[in-house]
């Protein structure tokens, strides 16, 4: 029996999303591990994504008897319930098309159900951090109500009993995990959900706690950029701030402020560093339970601009949320924010000594990559071209762009790709605050040698991230390629 722990996920995963995508960030800290490769999970207020990395399928034959099963005990007995407990597959030659059936018995299902599926899977092939190889990668979109689970209250359960297969045709693997799961639930494997994200009380801004999970204290307030330490939920190495961006306030804060009579608040900002605040107003939705289900409450400023206090004792799918805003309407650049608190009258209440003030530096741009060039003895090999090798171990040269202007590159590489999914790093390098400049920019010129293995077409693929968070992982990324033929003697 395997265990596995879900970890939070803070914005809605889509299964178009990568493995090395800021909403996958955590998830590979808790992995599960299983004959064939990895199972990693996340989940949010209404559902699971879970991902198979089956890192020893590398033959890419989507549709032509590639399979899954995914099993859930509903009722978590560690028994077969007949027209209960659920056995999802996909349907046959269609790798992205999931139904579900019932369990009549011990390997006996009812059929995949007529009904329209609100979970969803994905088959798609590439390589993860967990392999550099090619390998087949499997998506799934759970729905947490169809597994029975529920977050909301202590005495719910919040974990769930499963199993599952994946199979491929070529090259011949089977891999059920737990071994005959789908005949004895007796030892399904755990997954444990997560409730909520958690922060360190110490670690949380006086007002403002974080941007989203990155404290507040760990944003450096002369730069505006964020370092986290390597364990945490989100390794931050001097990172500025995109895409959308949560300001959350202190959990103590918030629970103090109603008995002080706040009732009402106001978010001011300012570019850069001086100058006078204005008033800011943005506005946002966050999910609210109901009572049986998590439905989106919208938030905006009253005609003063002031915003409602949240319902104390109201579970939100993002607590003490104060202001939800879209970086990618500031320029790029310091930005500084301060939020005051008001009761009924107007009355400012609840203020801290010194005032919080938060700063971070706004950057939304990707890094820019090209192909400068392709050459082989210094004759240049455009797009689609076509060259002959004199001697097997003649290599080609390649010169590429990473670059970031701002300085906020966390890493790139310069790949060759040729045949049915092989492929070789030319050159990789990564962000390292203890032996690069505080702000790195990359280059405009980096040199990679390749000695090509066959004859065959190839591709050179040059893919840069951007260190810039939204809070919840890294964003920004930018790539390019150009395919050659390479002939061998």
């Given at each position: 029996m395997g265990t596995i722990k879900s970890s939070w996920a803070g914005t809605?995963?889509?299964?178009?999303?990568?493995?090395?995508?800021?909403?996958?960030?955590g998830a590979q800290d808790n992995k599960m591990k299983f004959d064939g490769g990895f199972m990693l999970a996340k989940n949010d207020a209404k559902y699971l994504y879970v991902v198979l990395d089956v890192v020893k399928d590398t033959h890419n034959d989507p549709g032509t008897g590639d399979y899954f099963w995914f099993t859930f005990d509903r009722n978590r007995n560690r028994a077969i319930t007949p027209n209960y407990d659920v056995n999802y597959g996909n349907y046959p030659g269609n790798p992205n098309k999931m139904g579900?059936?019932?369990?009549?018995g011990a390997g006996r299902w009812t059929g995949l159900l007529?009904?329209?599926q609100k979970s969803e899977c994905k088959s798609t092939f590439g390589t993860s951090p967990n392999s550099s190889t090619p390998h087949r990668i499997w998506k799934f979109k759970f729905r947490l109500t169809d597994l029975k689970i529920n977050l909301l209250w202590w005495w719910f359960s919040s974990y769930t009993k499963f199993g599952f297969r994946v199979h491929s045709n070529t090259p011949n693997l089977n891999y059920d995990t737990p071994t005959n799961f789908f005949r004895d639930f007796s030892k399904l494997h755990t997954l444990y959900f997560s409730r909520k994200p958690s922060i360190s009380t110490a670690d949380l801004g006086p007002v403002m706690g974080s941007v989203g999970l990155i404290p507040t204290t760990k944003i450096n307030a002369a730069t505006g950029r964020a370092t986290t330490a390597s364990n945490y939920f989100i390794y931050a190495r001097n990172a500025a701030f995109g895409g959308l961006l949560n300001v959350i306030g202190n959990r103590t804060k918030m629970d103090q402020l109603p008995r002080v009579g706040a009732r009402k608040y106001k978010v001011f900002h300012r570019a850069g560093t001086s100058g006078s605040f204005s008033e800011f107003v943005t506005s946002w939705y966050n999910y609210k339970w109901n009572g049986s289900d998590y439905i989106l409450e919208a938030s905006s400023p009253d005609a003063s601009n002031f915003y409602k206090m949240p319902s104390a004792g109201v579970d939100y799918s993002i607590d003490d949320l104060l202001f939800q805003f879209n970086s990618t309407k500031l320029n790029t650049g310091l930005h500084q924010f301060k939020v005051k608190f008001y009761n009924n009258a107007g009355t400012e209440?609840?203020?801290?000594?010194?005032?919080?003030?938060?700063?971070?530096?706004?950057?939304?741009?990707?890094?820019?990559v090209s192909i400068n060039s392709v050459k082989y003895k210094n004759a240049e090999i455009g797009a689609c071209g076509i060259v002959n090798l004199q001697n097997n171990k003649d290599v080609l040269v390649i010169d590429v762009e990473a670059f970031d202007t701002e300085g906020n590159l966390l890493d790139y590489s310069l790949t060759a790709r040729w045949g049915e999914g092989d492929s070789e790093n030319i050159v990789y390098k990564k962000y390292d605050p203890a032996t690069m400049p505080a702000n790195w920019q990359g280059s405009h010129h980096i040199i990679g040698n390749f000695n090509p293995k066959v004859t065959c077409a190839h591709s050179f693929n040059v893919y840069a991230r951007a260190r810039t968070t939204n809070g919840y992982g890294y964003i920004g990324k930018n790539g390019t390629y150009r395919y050659v033929t390479i002939i061998k003697p």
């Amino acid at each position: 029996m395997g265990t596995i722990k879900s970890s939070w996920a803070g914005t809605p995963i889509s299964l178009d999303d990568q493995l090395e995508d800021a909403v996958w960030s955590g998830a590979q800290d808790n992995k599960m591990k299983f004959d064939g490769g990895f199972m990693l999970a996340k989940n949010d207020a209404k559902y699971l994504y879970v991902v198979l990395d089956v890192v020893k399928d590398t033959h890419n034959d989507p549709g032509t008897g590639d399979y899954f099963w995914f099993t859930f005990d509903r009722n978590r007995n560690r028994a077969i319930t007949p027209n209960y407990d659920v056995n999802y597959g996909n349907y046959p030659g269609n790798p992205n098309k999931m139904g579900r059936q019932y369990y009549k018995g011990a390997g006996r299902w009812t059929g995949l159900l007529n009904e329209v599926q609100k979970s969803e899977c994905k088959s798609t092939f590439g390589t993860s951090p967990n392999s550099s190889t090619p390998h087949r990668i499997w998506k799934f979109k759970f729905r947490l109500t169809d597994l029975k689970i529920n977050l909301l209250w202590w005495w719910f359960s919040s974990y769930t009993k499963f199993g599952f297969r994946v199979h491929s045709n070529t090259p011949n693997l089977n891999y059920d995990t737990p071994t005959n799961f789908f005949r004895d639930f007796s030892k399904l494997h755990t997954l444990y959900f997560s409730r909520k994200p958690s922060i360190s009380t110490a670690d949380l801004g006086p007002v403002m706690g974080s941007v989203g999970l990155i404290p507040t204290t760990k944003i450096n307030a002369a730069t505006g950029r964020a370092t986290t330490a390597s364990n945490y939920f989100i390794y931050a190495r001097n990172a500025a701030f995109g895409g959308l961006l949560n300001v959350i306030g202190n959990r103590t804060k918030m629970d103090q402020l109603p008995r002080v009579g706040a009732r009402k608040y106001k978010v001011f900002h300012r570019a850069g560093t001086s100058g006078s605040f204005s008033e800011f107003v943005t506005s946002w939705y966050n999910y609210k339970w109901n009572g049986s289900d998590y439905i989106l409450e919208a938030s905006s400023p009253d005609a003063s601009n002031f915003y409602k206090m949240p319902s104390a004792g109201v579970d939100y799918s993002i607590d003490d949320l104060l202001f939800q805003f879209n970086s990618t309407k500031l320029n790029t650049g310091l930005h500084q924010f301060k939020v005051k608190f008001y009761n009924n009258a107007g009355t400012e209440v609840g203020a801290t000594a010194p005032e919080q003030v938060l700063t971070m530096y706004i950057d939304n741009n990707v890094p820019e990559v090209s192909i400068n060039s392709v050459k082989y003895k210094n004759a240049e090999i455009g797009a689609c071209g076509i060259v002959n090798l004199q001697n097997n171990k003649d290599v080609l040269v390649i010169d590429v762009e990473a670059f970031d202007t701002e300085g906020n590159l966390l890493d790139y590489s310069l790949t060759a790709r040729w045949g049915e999914g092989d492929s070789e790093n030319i050159v990789y390098k990564k962000y390292d605050p203890a032996t690069m400049p505080a702000n790195w920019q990359g280059s405009h010129h980096i040199i990679g040698n390749f000695n090509p293995k066959v004859t065959c077409a190839h591709s050179f693929n040059v893919y840069a991230r951007a260190r810039t968070t939204n809070g919840y992982g890294y964003i920004g990324k930018n790539g390019t390629y150009r395919y050659v033929t390479i002939i061998k003697p």
